[in-house]
């Protein structure tokens, strides 16, 4: 059939300004652009001298800054849920990173009971705005145990990350391929990229769930280098790289005390002191690397969405899931070289108090930046108070949408906020039954009305309250000095407690048991497992001893970083090391070599100790999680019946998983 081309051309015509008034009126977009670990104080615009983020700022200029905005709690995936969700940790019972910290045995009290992954009644930001008909997509560290997939993202992208640098993780293989030399932030960003292009017709929802700046700690080879050079032509930073930061749930520790401690630099002396390193410089190389890559992907979504006009059509939020790692993940000793503390300690929060795992401002106060084109006076700073349980009600707000109040009913638009107008946004609280990762504080909760912050720590009911515009950085406690303050906010937090249902820990006795949702080892018997079997096949004439970490799993993995074949140990204790053994025959003649390579867990170091013969011929501390080779020449023992002993020894507790790839004996 012939085409009508007068017809032809009026259908396009016509169709041309159907789409014209379509962009006109289509809701607009929002990238969450959400960073892991960020401190507030770790940007630019936030006052940092060291770290550059010109796209960050430039975002600053362009919208307004937030001086008070809040995580709703100190680690990741409370924070997450709550941004999700609309409502409060302690309301959902969702109230600790995923899977969680164990418990120890120097803890006085059981973590609180906690759910394990995102609870399936909860209709999510994502939920709703795929209703709408928002394309939806979740990239990076969603880490609320689910796949984004089943609470409202078409798109997914999600997982652990090992190694910044290629291979990132098993989770990334197949849907985000990468080469030698690859950094995962630059990859994940091209991911959005990829989203955006493709739904660029439609409106769209991504949330960028950025990885960085959390540990590894592992900057982008050509930025570290610059921040390197940059660190080396300025005048050194005056006053101490670390401080040690006491349990303010304790007795008080005196300045001379802490003296002797900072020279005892050990994980028994410190633990039975509970006190922990805080880094009080923002100096690192590495870490510093790792912020302009993140700010570098803020500068290309921007780009993208300006190349493909959509820029006046995009809200942008940007922010952080709780305050920066000064304090490091699990206890590490400061009396180690500059490029381990590195990989230990990421920034410096001051003149915030604390860290990422501490309810001091450190760990819970958060950058936050929110670009609404046309809707916004540029260049704006507010001082409101907000909290991670109220974008959702602001987003819908911000978009006409109809509130969903029985959803997120924790949450408090702060639109009014936005245009410039008079706003106050009424109590905001925390609450974490738990231990962290990142010091030795006892379990406690949190809130913050006005000026005032009051905080309570579950071990002895200690509270400290701090006038936050004349303290920020939370020196000054004023519980004794103001006790109407001190006695009004207290009587809140704990009628809070009770209106959400939040769960406390409690007490150890002989008879107690850990809460349900409490990370312990199961009470599967060690000679039920497999593991012996495991590594006379992993490595045929080998055995294993005084292995334990049931919880770790150990045995032979199909797969770990890239290599197969993988055999996972853990020592039986803190004191007992699991130990790899063979005799061997050294044949005349010939170079007989040991060759073999480790790797470890993230989240934790171990040691590694080679001894031949009871002699000791190499003691490693492994703390990459990267794989290392390791080559050794048996020669000298031609002739002689050999002990070869690989020890895996804990350098603290928990996570001292070792994994290693292709023990043998080389003739």
Known sequence: MKSNTKWNTLCIAICGYAGVLLAETRPPNIVFFLVDDLGQRDLGCYGSQFYETPAIDQLAKEGMLFDNAYATCHV????????????????????????????????????????????????????????????????????????????????AITGWVRSYYHPFAPAYTENLPSKDGDYFTDKLTDAVLDFIQRNQDRPFFVHLEHFSVHDPIQGRKDLVEKYEKKLAAIPRQQGPDFILEPNPDGPAISEERLRSLEENDSRT??????????????????FAGMVEATDQSLGRIRAKLNELGLQDNTIIIFTSDNG?????????????????????????????????????????????????PGEIQPASTSHAVVTGTDYYPTLLEMLDLPPLPEQHIDGRSFVPALKGQDYERGPIYWHFP???????????????????????????????????????????????????????????????????????????????????????????????????????????????????????????????????????????????????????????????????????????????????????????????????????????????TIQIELENRASGWSFEAAYWHRLEIVH
């Open 76 to 155: 990741c995936s409370p924070s997450r849920a709550s941004i999700l969700t609309g409502k409060y940790p302690a309301r959902t019972n969702l109230t600790e990173w995923l899977g969680g910290r164990p418990e120890m045995e120097y803890e006085k009290l059981h973590h609180g009971e906690k759910l394990t992954a995102l609870p399936d009644a909860e209709q999510t930001l994502a939920e709703t705005l795929q209703q709408y008909g928002y394309a939806t997509a979740n990239y990076g560290k969603a880490h609320l145990n689910k796949d984004p997939k089943t609470y409202g993202f078409d798109e």
């Open 324 to 372: 920066g790692m000064a304090a490091s993940n699990q206890y590490r000793g400061v009396h180690h070289p500059r490029e381990v503390l590195n990989s230990y300690f990421s920034s410096s929060n001051l003149p915030l108090r604390g860290a990422k795992g501490w309810n001091y401002e450190g760990g819970i106060r958060v950058p936050l930046i929110v670009h609404w």
């Open 269 to 286: 002396s410190h633990q039975d002191a509970r006190v922990w390193w805080v880094k009080q410089k923002q100096d690192n190389a590495e």
């Open 434 to 640: 738990h231990y962290s990762n990142h010091g030795y504080q006892s379990p406690g909760g949190a809130i913050r009305l006005g000026n005032y912050k009051l905080l309570e720590y579950y071990e002895n009911g200690t509270v400290q309250l701090f006038d936050l515009e004349k303290d920020i950085g939370e020196q000054h406690d004023l519980a004794d000095a103001q006790p109407d303050v001190r006695e009004r906010l207290t009587k809140m937090l704990h009628a809070w407690r009770d209106e959400v249902d939040a769960q406390m820990p409690y007490p150890k006795t002989a008879i107690s048991k850990p809460a349900p949702g409490s990370r312990v080892a199961s009470e599967v018997s060690l000679s039920q497992l497999e593991l012996p079997a495991d590594v006379e096949k992993f490595a045929p004439g080998w055995q294993v001893q005084n292995w334990g970490g049931r919880a770790m799993k150990p045995g032979l993995l199909q797969e770990w970083q890239g290599r197969s074949d993988v055999l996972l140990t853990h020592p039986q204790s803190r004191e007992v090391p699991c130990v790899l053994s063979r005799s061997i025959e050294i044949p005349t003649g010939k170079k007989t070599t040991l060759a073999f390579a480790v790797n470890n867990h993230p989240q934790g170091n171990w040691t590694l100790v080679v001894r031949v013969d009871g002699d000791e011929v190499l003691e490693e501390s492994i703390q990459q999680s990267q794989w290392q080779e390791f080559r050794f020449d048996l020669s000298e023992h031609a002739g002689e």
